[in-house]
């Protein structure tokens, strides 16, 4: 999987930095793309809503709360360096784009077309054996020799069951909507994706008409 890739698209490029949610260091890969990019824009794989909350936190930070499956997540992630919450990629993101004065906006799906898009997808079932499945995800061993790597097993044995993986896919087609809406009026973009969205964000995006 790449951990960096340029798509050039209608005279704009954009720089996909594909990132691992909670890892502490991969807040100083975003520091040096930002400064090596210089982009005009940053794209972040979270909601706009997400970029004011992180901007909240940044200015007044708070305890963050987990759920068991984050917090399970975390235990795991910890075995390749220290974890914290906000994700100090998105945090990282947020800081060098302030301090050049450069745009920041999420192409995740707002609150409410999430909402809708769950409501649709994931059916009650789904919702059950997700909910019980935890104690068997819970007993799991990732065999990930890198962080990226257990990023993407880690989704897909969260993500397994049919609506929460069309979830999933729903998410990356809003993602490669908005990129593709950026390419239309921007120079440059740097493109923070979650590693287990990234690949086929960018396949979506190449594919957009």
């Keep these: 999987m790449a951990s960096e890739e340029i ?11 594909d990132v691992v949610r909670g890892l502490k260091s991969e807040a100083d890969r975003v520091f040096d793309a930002f400064k090596s990019t210089a982009p005009d824009i940053l794209a972040m794989s ?11 936190y940044a ?4 305890e963050v709360d987990m759920s068991r ?5 975390a235990k795991h992630l ?13 945090l990282a ?4 784009a302030d301090r050049s004065g450069t745009d920041i ?16 997808l994931v059916s009650g079932y789904d919702l059950f054996r997700h909910t019980t499945r935890f104690n068997f995800i819970k007993l799991r061993r990732f065999n990930a020799k890198t962080p990226a790597e257990f990023a993407v097993l880690w989704d897909r044995a969260v993500n397994s069951l049919g609506g929460f993986r069309e979830l999933e896919r729903e998410r990356e087609e809003f993602m490669a909507k908005e990129l593709n809406k950026i390419l239309a009026k921007r120079k440059s973009c740097l493109a923070l994706i979650d590693v287990e969205r990234a690949e086929n964000v960018r396949r979506l995006l190449r594919e957009r008409p």
């Design 7 to 17: 798509i050039r698209m209608d005279g704009c490029s954009i720089v996909f930095l």
């Design 46 to 56: 979270i909601s706009n809503e997400e970029v004011r909350g992180l901007r909240d």
């Design 59 to 62: 200015e007044d930070p708070f």
């Design 69 to 73: 499956y984050e917090e399970l997540y």
């Design 78 to 90: 910890a075995r390749f360096g220290d974890v914290f919450l906000p994700p100090p990629c998105f």
């Design 93 to 96: 993101g947020l800081e060098a």
């Design 105 to 120: 906006i999420g192409v995740d799906m707002d609150d409410e077309t999430h909402t809708a898009a769950y409501c649709a």
